[in-house]
């Protein structure tokens, strides 16, 4: 079985490209100045930093959705969905209505079905 390489250092190491795929989409969507703000927010609302924010992501959703509306905040969970799923070397599911939390979820249950059985 060929092993994804990118996920051979662990479940830690997935939070560290979620956390990639969210900065760079952000960074790519919103500005620099706008995504360091949507951080200030998210830990000062809901006291959740960077580095958690992987374990949290329904909260950047919603600190979007509070600064640019309910639309542009699922097509930004949308985009940092398939840059998430690019990375991983996923396939993306092809299901309506999913929240950028359940993409996680899914990006985690198809890279965990992907490691070997010891």
């Known amino acids: 079985m060929d092993m994804n390489p990118t996920l051979q250092s662990g479940p ?11 900065d760079e989409t952000l960074g790519g969507m919103v500005g620099l100045v706008a995504k360091d703000t949507i951080y ?28 640019f509306g309910e639309k542009p905040a699922a097509l930004i969970g949308k985009a940092i969905a398939k840059r998430l799923f690019n990375e991983l070397h996923l396939k993306i599911p092809e299901k309506e209505n999913l929240s950028l939390k359940d993409y996680v979820n899914e990006a985690l249950t198809q890279t965990m079905s992907e490691l070997p059985i010891p």
């Open 12 to 22: 830690s190491n997935l939070d560290k490209i979620v956390f990639k795929c969210v």
């Open 40 to 67: 200030l927010r998210i830990l000062t609302k809901f006291f959740v930093t960077r580095d958690d924010l992987p374990s949290h992501i329904e909260y950047l959703l919603a600190v979007i959705e509070e600064g």
